[in-house]
Structures are given as structure tokens and as C-alpha cells.
């Protein structure tokens, strides 16, 4: 069972109601709304974990929701559809999506979708905030503070600094990062990569030419290294 919250936005009343059931009976909480507009109002109140997103929306279509949603949040988004046209696909991934279901789908496939994609954007409140002399970060607020400054990150800066947060001293590929916060249909964009790490760099690094916190493991990935704890300080809480 999941505690997960999942916003359904889907104009068509039938599709709502069996996704409400069969969501909520595996233990998910659900909100729902049936225009573009109400989810991107919704999203940004609510916070969820995951979004199902209709991609034929009246008004505000699907694809303009997801890219407004994705302005303010990076809450995996599973994009529904009717169409199966490689192309199709393709405008939806660009468009900020994570993952791309087609009409009618298995109720089953939906759910290891779903499964899937919460597995790679773990909930933020599973990570304690990171407390450093430099700067700190909360991840449940997605606050930033450099040198007594808060910073804004873009989104997918936010979740790239997450990601190698959670796993710190250990490198993390190029790929894995890419696929976790792209979706998975990337791992070869590594310029996308690399232009958020260096912005990344300039708002948290002293001197981002010569980081001490975000380190290029060369051909592998990237890392994130702690700051080290000094020696007496160590000593004395060890006592």
C-alpha cells in the first residue's frame, strides 16, 4: 500500500471515477480535476507526488498544462493518451513529461507506471534537510540558503542537487540523473546535464570554476562531496 497523493486530470467523468476507485482501493490519495487550468491551479497548491495527465484537455490542452506545471514543479507526470503516433510521444516527453500511457490502457501496466515513476522521484520527506557551514537546503520547502542568501533553483536544478544529495560521496552517471530527471526516455542528452550543473555550480560553489561540492567524476557522472567535518569537532563528539 502507498500513501502517495496523485492528481487525476482527465475531462472524461467515467475515466476519473475508475481511476479515483482503483487508486484509493491501493491505498493512494486522489484529487481530481477535469480542465488544464484547475490542475495547474491544483498542482501548485497541493504539491503531489504524481499527476495523470489527459493529454486532449478542452481549453488548455494537455501538453500547455504539463509545460506550465513543470514551471513550478517536478512531480513525475504520466501523460494519458488516445494517440500512439511515435510523434505524439515525442511532444509530450519535450514537453516535461515522465512517462506516456495510451487509451484504453491495462489497469495493471498503470500501476507499475506509477510504481515506477514514484521509485525514481522519491518523496522529499524521506530526506532530511542537508546542513552545511556553506549553505543548506530543505528539501520539503525547497529552500536554498548560500552564505545566509536564499537562492532559486529551477526545477530541474532542484531535483539534480536532490539526487546527488541523497547519494553523497557516491558518483552518479550521467544517465541515471538524465533518465531520473528527464524521464526515461533520456541518458545521451549529457549537455542538458551539463548546463545545469554548471548553473547549479554558480549559485551554490565559492568559486564554481574550482567546486568543492559538485565534482565531475570524468566519463562517469557527477558526485557530490560533504563537506568534512573538522578533526576536533569530530573528536569531541565521538566522546
Not at 484547475?38 to 481549453?59: Q, R, T, W, Y
Not at 530541474?156 to 539526487?163: I, N, P, T
Request: neutral net charge.
Amino acid at each position: 500500500m502507498s500513501s502517495a497523493n496523485i492528481l487525476v486530470v482527465d475531462d472524461e467523468p467515467q475515466i476519473r471515477r475508475v481511476l479515483r476507485s482503483t487508486l484509493s482501493f491501493r491505498g493512494y490519495t486522489i484529487s481530481e480535476v477535469s480542465s488544464g487550468e484547475e490542475a495547474v491551479e491544483l498542482a501548485s497548491k497541493l504539491k503531489p507526488d504524481l499527476i495523470l495527465l489527459d493529454v486532449n484537455l478542452p481549453g488548455m490542452s494537455g501538453i500547455e498544462t504539463c509545460r506550465e506545471i513543470r514551471r513550478t514543479s517536478d512531480a513525475p507526470i504520466i501523460m494519458l493518451t488516445v494517440r500512439s503516433a511515435e510523434r505524439d510521444k515525442v511532444v509530450a516527453l519535450d514537453a516535461g513529461a515522465d512517462d506516456y500511457v495510451t487509451k484504453p490502457f491495462g489497469i495493471e501496466e498503470l500501476l507499475a507506471r506509477i510504481r515506477a515513476s514514484l521509485r525514481r522521484h522519491p518523496s522529499v520527506d524521506a530526506l532530511p534537510p542537508f546542513v552545511s557551514k556553506e549553505f543548506t537546503v530543505d528539501f520539503e520547502s525547497r529552500r536554498v540558503v548560500v552564505s545566509g542568501e536564499e537562492v532559486h533553483l529551477a526545477p530541474k536544478e532542484f531535483e539534480v542537487l536532490r539526487h546527488l544529495i541523497a547519494n553523497q560521496g557516491k558518483p552518479v552517471t550521467h544517465r541515471r540523473l538524465l533518465q531520473i530527471v528527464w524521464g526515461p526516455e533520456y541518458g545521451d542528452e549529457t549537455e542538458n546535464l551539463r548546463v545545469v550543473i554548471n548553473q547549479l555550480r554558480k549559485k551554490i560553489e565559492k568559486d564554481p570554476s574550482q567546486p568543492k561540492f559538485i565534482l565531475t567524476e570524468p566519463w562517469v557522472g557527477y558526485r557530490f562531496q560533504p563537506p568534512k567535518q573538522p578533526a576536533a569537532k569530530a573528536l569531541r563528539s565521538s566522546r
